[in-house]
């Protein structure tokens, strides 16, 4: 079992920054694959980002290409997910999720736990 919590969220104008934070606690979090999701008032969750287990593989979606960086501190059970230049189209709620099959990782289901979720709202 592996428990995370999200944190970091918040209202930022658009072209700002914020850093999204996954504390990890339970099982071995070096021995999963981290994803970050979104998920916007009537759509579905999306894959934004996720990184391997030893920080070797990334991957992101093309609409934050260039803009948002995966990264994960092992040492300390924590992920991150650092977001630049914001368009108020990231606007979502955003979750950190562990999965153990690199293959699997842009959909939810590739995923056995998952967060509460945190909130970023970016205005124009």
């Known amino acids: 079992q592996v428990q995370l919590v999200e944190s970091g969220g918040g209202l930022v104008q658009a072209g700002g920054s914020l850093r999204l934070s996954c504390a990890a606690s339970?099982?071995?979090?070096?021995?999963?694959?981290m994803g970050w999701f979104r998920q916007a008032p009537g759509k579905e969750r999306e894959i934004v980002a996720a990184?391997?287990?030893?920080?070797?593989?990334?991957y992101y979606a093309d609409s934050v290409k260039g803009r948002f960086t995966i990264s994960r501190d092992n040492a300390e059970n924590t992920g991150y997910l650092q977001m630049n230049s914001l368009k108020p189209e990231d606007t979502a709620a955003y979750y950190c999720?562990?999965?153990?099959?690199?293959?699997?990782?842009?959909?939810?289901?590739?995923?056995?736990?998952w967060g509460q979720g945190t909130q970023v709202t970016v205005s124009s």
């Open positions: 339970g099982r071995r979090f070096s021995s999963y694959v």
């Open positions: 999720a562990a999965g153990t099959d690199w293959d699997s990782k842009k959909g939810t289901s590739g995923y056995l736990y």
């Open positions: 990184i391997s287990w030893r920080n070797i593989y990334t």
